[in-house]
C-alpha cells in the first residue's frame, strides 16, 4: 500500500492513503461473485422444481395451465430489453446521455410489461384455483418464477435509480460502472428467464 506521511500538531506521524491500493476491478469483481450466489439460489430453485414439478396432486398440469403464446410473448419484451439496454450502453461509450437516458427509459418500460404479464398470469392461475397451495408442482412453479420476477422488479427500481443519477450527474466513471454492473444483472436474468422458459413452460406444455 503506498501512502503519504505529515506530522499532526503533537509531532505523531499521521499517514494518508492515496488509494492507490484500491484494485480497478474491484466492484466489477464483488459483482460477480454476487451473480454467482445468485445463480445458486436460482440453482436451488431450479432442483425443486426439477423435484417436485410432477406432483400435481390429482389437480392441474402445466399443460392444462399455461398459455404458451402469452409466455412467449413476455419471453420477447424481456429479451428486447436487453437489446434495448445494449443500446444504452453504446449511448454511454458514445458520452450521450440523452441516448442512455432514452434507452434506459425503453428497457423499464419493456420491463414492467414483462412484470405485468406475469402478474397477469398468476392472477389467472389463482382465479382458476391453481394457487401456490394446490399442489407441490405449483408451489415449487410460483417460488421460482416469483422469484424472478421480483428480482426483475428490483432491476426497474435500480434502472431508474440510475437514470436520476445520470440525469443529475452525467456520464461520469461511477456512474459508467454502475451501467455496466446493472447489464450484467440484466443479462443474467435473461438467461435464467430462457431456462425457465425451456424448463418449466415448453416442457411443461409439451
Keep these: 500500500m503506498q501512502a503519504t506521511q505529515t506530522l499532526n500538531a503533537d509531532g ?26 445468485d445463480l445458486l439460489i436460482f440453482a436451488a430453485l431450479f432442483a425443486t422444481f426439477a423435484v417436485l414439478g410432477k406432483s400435481y396432486a390429482a389437480g392441474p398440469s402445466g399443460a392444462d395451465l399455461f398459455d404458451l403464446k402469452l409466455i412467449a410473448i413476455n419471453t420477447a419484451l424481456l ?13 454511454a461509450q458514445q458520452g450521450s446521455k440523452k441516448l442512455v437516458l432514452g434507452w434506459l427509459a425503453v428497457t423499464g418500460v419493456l420491463g414492467a410489461a414483462f412484470v405485468g404479464v406475469e402478474l397477469y398470469e398468476f392472477s389467472h392461475l389463482i382465479h382458476q384455483g391453481a394457487d401456490w397451495q394446490r399442489s407441490a408442482f405449483l408451489s415449487s412453479f ?65
Excluded: E
Excluded at 19 to 30: E, F, I, K, V
Excluded at 79 to 91: D, R
Design 142 to 206: 410460483f417460488a421460482l418464477v416469483s422469484t424472478h420476477g421480483l428480482h426483475v422488479t428490483f432491476g426497474i427500481i435500480w434502472l431508474v435509480v440510475l437514470m436520476v443519477q445520470v440525469n443529475k450527474l452525467g456520464l461520469t466513471v461511477a456512474n459508467k460502472r454502475r451501467l455496466m454492473c446493472l447489464s450484467m444483472f440484466w443479462h443474467f436474468l435473461d438467461l435464467v428467464w430462457i431456462g425457465v422458459f425451456t424448463f418449466v413452460y415448453l416442457m411443461g406444455v409439451l
Design 12 to 37: 505523531t506521524v499521521r499517514f494518508y492513503d492515496d488509494g492507490s491500493h484500491h484494485p480497478q476491478q474491484g466492484t466489477l469483481l464483488g459483482f460477480w461473485i454476487y451473480l454467482m450466489s
Design 79 to 91: 429479451l428486447f430489453s436487453s437489446i434495448t439496454y445494449g443500446f444504452a450502453l453504446i449511448g
